[in-house]
Each structure stands twice: as structure tokens, then as C-alpha cells.
């Protein structure tokens, strides 16, 4: 929940816990001076309890945000977040067991990231990464792609990313119409013109429209 954001409303609840025990204690008729140095003892104990067990959360980022998702299920950032970390963990070499479970995991959170914020680039690079990764899903990766450049027809780690999946892929005349599509996203992006370019003409003998 990032808890030095929220700062302000911790103050006020230790302002108000302050005059309970300042205020509203001694109007009980409970002798506050014989009693204070239990309650302090109670809540500072209370909260070290607190934060050392919070600690453990603490030892990367990996087991911070998919410890955190479960407490703010509906935040894009803590689902974002998640996502992120179990798709660069499940491609991590020496995790090859735990692939699958990862990839599964980054894609239902990453999906209910753009739920809730559909415009939420990150999470739609994120997802369009983690199916390509899971089973090579091209139709499902650019779908989220191409979501990211009807928001922002110049981002370019869309082109960047297309660009990569593609190197392990034969279908020319797919690649084509892929690229095609792109450009008229964005038809000055050299990236989607090159490829353009070098598909025309090595494949398809077509040296006007290559060049």
C-alpha cells in the first residue's frame, strides 16, 4: 500500500488514539497515570509485533508484491506489480518447474489489473509479454499491444517487443499483415518500416513497395 503515501491519516489516528487516552480515559474516572504505562507497553507491543512480522514480506520484491496483491486485490498497481514480478520469475533460468504456475499466475493478475484500469499501459505491456512467454499466444500479445498504441500511437516498446516475438516466427505473409496494421498506427516509426521494407522484398520479390 506504499504506507509513507498515507502518512496523513496515520497522524490522525494516533492523534485520536492520543486524546483517548489523554482525555477520555481520566473522564472514565480510571486513574490515567497508574494505568499509562500498561497501555503504552500494550501498543508499542502491539505494533513491533507488527512490523517484524511485516519484515518477512520485506525479503525482495517478489514475495512484497505477491504478498501484497492479496491485501489490495483491487489496486492496478499492486496486481501490475505482481504480475510483473511473477512473469520475470517464471522466465528466470533454474525456474523451469515453476513456469507454468508463474505464467498462469502473472496472467490472471495482469488481466484483472487492465479490469480495473483499461488504460493502464504497463499492465497491457506486461500481459502482452506474459502470453507470448506462456505459449506463444501472437493473436493475444498484439491484441494487448495494439490496445497500448490506441492510447499512444508513438510508444515504441510496442514496436520493440513485436519486433522480438517475431524473430521466432516463419509465417511471413502473418508478419506482414501484422506490420501492415502497425503502420497505420504509426507510419513513420522505423522499426515497422524496416521490417516492411525487408519482408517486400526478400520474401515477396516486391522491390517498389520494398524500397
Not at 25 to 43: D, H, T
Not at 85 to 105: C, F, H, S
Not at 168 to 190: A, G, M, R, T
Request: charged share 25%; net charge positive.
Amino acid at each position: 500500500m506504499n504506507e509513507r503515501f498515507i502518512f496523513i491519516s496515520s497522524l490522525g489516528f494516533c492523534i485520536v488514539l492520543a486524546y483517548l487516552f489523554v482525555v477520555g480515559l481520566p473522564e472514565l474516572n480510571l486513574k490515567f497515570e497508574k494505568i499509562s504505562p500498561f497501555l503504552v507497553i500494550i501498543v508499542l507491543g502491539l505494533y513491533s509485533f507488527k512490523t517484524i512480522d511485516r519484515n518477512k514480506d520485506w525479503k525482495n520484491d517478489f514475495t512484497l508484491f505477491t504478498h501484497d496483491v492479496k491485501i489490495s486485490g483491487n489496486s492496478a498497481k499492486s496486481n501490475t506489480s505482481a504480475g510483473g514480478k511473477l512473469l520475470e520469475e517464471a522466465i528466470k533460468k533454474g525456474n523451469e518447474l515453476k513456469r507454468e504456475k508463474y505464467l498462469k499466475l502473472s496472467i490472471q493478475y495482469l488481466e484483472k489489473a487492465v479490469e480495473i484500469h483499461p488504460r493502464y499501459v504497463d499492465a497491457l505491456i506486461l500481459l502482452g509479454n506474459a502470453w507470448y512467454e506462456y505459449n506463444k499466444n501472437y493473436d493475444k500479445s498484439l491484441y494487448y499491444y495494439k490496445s497500448i498504441l490506441q492510447i499512444n500511437p508513438q510508444y515504441p516498446q510496442v514496436f520493440t517487443n513485436i519486433d522480438i516475438i517475431f524473430n521466432s516466427l516463419d509465417s511471413v505473409d502473418y508478419e506482414i499483415k501484422i506490420w501492415e496494421e502497425l503502420y497505420k498506427f504509426n507510419n513513420k516509426n522505423y522499426i515497422v518500416n524496416y521490417n516492411l521494407g525487408n519482408l517486400y522484398g526478400r520474401f515477396k520479390n516486391d522491390l517498389e513497395k520494398s524500397i
